[in-house]
């Protein structure tokens, strides 16, 4: 029969790519690996793509080729359900059994039992979007997709090198195309919507006292180097003025190499390859850019960090106000975090802004989710990972709310516009750019007005290299282990020496690696605390390599 000849040649072709001897797990946000080794997984899911567009009545998939912050060798691919957010959890069953099916028999016996329990027809239509970002593995892990593709999918289209949350965005606007469409899925029409946007808010914000000052781009050398300039050059120098540094994309083993938002959240510093000095504004993404954070010396020369969570208390403040400003008391504000969350960040939301403030675990598909329980969900990760979502109440009540006054008039007016700046299919570095630049010229705050909405407590993060990380699970949002067994215990015996100490363990769901945090009211002690914290991992835990 017809459905037979397609399996065979599936077998056919996947008898060219054929799995290395290794259990290949879904993480945080999908597969990751040293580039070369993902080429059987890449095909097969090229394979799963297809049949879950065919499921979704074949709206649009995206796939993205990138391991984001990880290193230049590493490479991995995300997965993009149709309004634009991450694959769904059901599915990632099917994602690890497809990559781990050993044979062409197996293989094919996985394809059916997926076709079979989604009820799937497989002449169904579908529509697969896909890019890449600037890793060297990138074209060749390209091309093994679309051999997958071609054999279940009638209908995709390569968007060539772009950031992760344009891909995010194509998606979302191909599937409201026919309905309130998100916008136009092109770059173009991703630069005209939220610089047009972030250009209404500047001509409301500006005054004779304030003039637009430069901010420095570091672009980890990745592919939003190009993205972000495209994006400035459409704004114009008046409105922004974001000169881009380490936007080296062609020259080898330069990639997240002492830049990048991770370096600087987790070292604490700046990428050395940046000049800095009081009042020069600092930013950096990731190397897909779906990562943010800001930062400044200040007058003694001390390094300040405006991460995911201040830039969180930043949204959230503006957002309020603005809500208050237009006269709407009926939308449910809220924030989403996570257990990387700085003590101080939760404390000033809950206390100080009386915001209620969500608590869930690592990696923006569970973020996501949660934030869609509130009106205006702001949700973001320390590391720079975050994006605000609007329900639909919230957009018809911001559209249709009769104003009162002028100032509500104005208010109104803004939050539109706010709306738009947003990329609400995923955190985006360079949205959220235009964003924090436009509450800052709103409120005309400088870095340091920012950076005073309240201090961190000193953190520490660390990584503990283990023979199996899978022997690390967790409950409580992350916080607490459960394995291996006493370990928490021994965790929870040195925490309680450090006044205000908090400290938690998990595995990495992008790396090989054991994650340690720590926070503490001195630096000193924190920084004790997290290195007896990770040493009770090693011991505890399988370390291997040097013990930290
Ligand atoms: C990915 C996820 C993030 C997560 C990060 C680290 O980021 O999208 O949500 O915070 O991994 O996850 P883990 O601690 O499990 O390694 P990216 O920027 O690498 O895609």
Redesign the pocket.
């Known amino acids: 029969s017809s459905r037979m000849s397609i399996y065979e040649l599936i077998s056919q072709e996947s008898a060219k790519y054929p799995k290395p001897n290794i259990t290949f797990s879904y ?3 999908g597969f990751r690996d040293i580039g070369t080794v993902l080429v059987s997984t890449v095909f097969r899911m090229g394979l799963l793509a297809a049949l879950r567009s065919k499921k979704c009545h074949g709206e649009a998939i995206g796939v993205m080729i990138t ?4 290193k230049e060798e590493d490479n991995g691919i ?1 997965l993009v359900d149709p309004k634009g957010d991450m694959l769904h959890s059901s599915w990632e069953t099917y994602c690890t059994l497809l990559a781990n099916a050993q044979s062409e028999v197996d293989l094919i016996s996985v394809l059916k039992s997926i076709a079979n329990d989604e009820n799937i027809d497989l002449d169904a239509q579908c529509n697969v979007l896909y890019a890449c970002d600037t890793r060297p593995t990138s074209p060749l892990l390209v091309e093994v997709l679309e051999r997958g593709l071609s054999l279940l999918c009638t209908n995709s289209t390569n968007f060539g090198v772009v950031t ?1 949350p344009q891909l995010h965005y194509f998606v979302l606007c191909i599937n409201t195309q026919n309905t309130t469409p998100y916008g136009i899925p092109t770059i173009e029409g991703y630069n005209t919507k939220i610089g047009n946007a972030y250009r209404a808010i500047v001509d409301s914000a500006r005054t004779d006292l304030h003039i637009v000052t430069p901010i420095f781009v570091d672009c980890a050398n990745g592919v939003g180097a190009k993205q972000m300039q495209l994006l400035s050059n459409y704004i114009g120098m008046k409105y922004i003025k974001a000169l881009t540094y380490n936007d080296d994309t062609t020259t080898l083993n330069k990639l997240n190499v002492d830049c990048g938002a991770d370096y600087v959240k987790t070292n604490q510093k700046p990428p050395p390859s940046l000049e800095i000095y009081p009042t020069r504004r600092c930013c950096s993404f ?1 190397g ?1 850019a ?2 943010l954070v800001y930062y400044f010396i200040d007058n003694d020369n001390k390094f300040k960090l405006l991460d995911g969570d201040k830039i969180a208390s930043l949204i959230a403040l503006h957002f309020r106000d603005l809500l208050q400003s237009a006269g709407i008391t009926k939308l449910n504000l809220g924030v989403v975090q996570t257990a990387y969350a700085n003590g101080s960040s939760t404390k000033y939301m809950r206390n100080t802004l009386k915001l209620p403030v969500s608590i869930t675990n ?4 569970y973020l996501h989710h949660v934030a869609q329980n509130y009106d205006i969900g702001v949700y973001f ?1 320390a ?1 720079g ?1 975050g994006s605000v979502l609007f329900s639909k109440e919230a957009t018809e009540t911001i559209k249709n709310t009769e104003p009162q006054s002028p100032a509500q008039k104005e208010a109104l007016h803004k939050l539109c516009n706010f709306h738009d700046v947003i990329n609400e299919a995923v955190g985006d570095a360079m949205s959220g750019l235009l964003l924090v630049e436009a509450i800052l010229l709103s409120r005309q705050w400088t870095l340091e007005n920012w950076d005073q909405m309240y201090s961190d407590m000193p953190n520490k993060l660390l990584k503990v290299k283990v023979a199996n990380r899978n022997i690390f699970q967790t409950t409580n949002a992350e916080q607490t282990l459960v394995s291996p067994d006493g370990l928490q215990e021994i965790i929870d015996s040195i925490v309680c020496n450090y006044p205000n100490g908090r400290s938690f363990v ?1 595995p ?4 090989d690696a054991v ?1 340690v945090y720590a926070e503490a009211s001195t630096a000193n002690d924190t920084n004790e605390l997290a290195y007896k914290v990770a040493k009770a991992v090693y011991e505890k835990g399988g370390g291997i390599g040097p013990a930290p």
């Open positions: 993480g945080t946000a391991a984001s912050h990880n995300k992760t990731d897909d779906d990562r690592t990696g923006v598909k990760e590391n990972h998990r990495s769901g992008t790396e994650r």
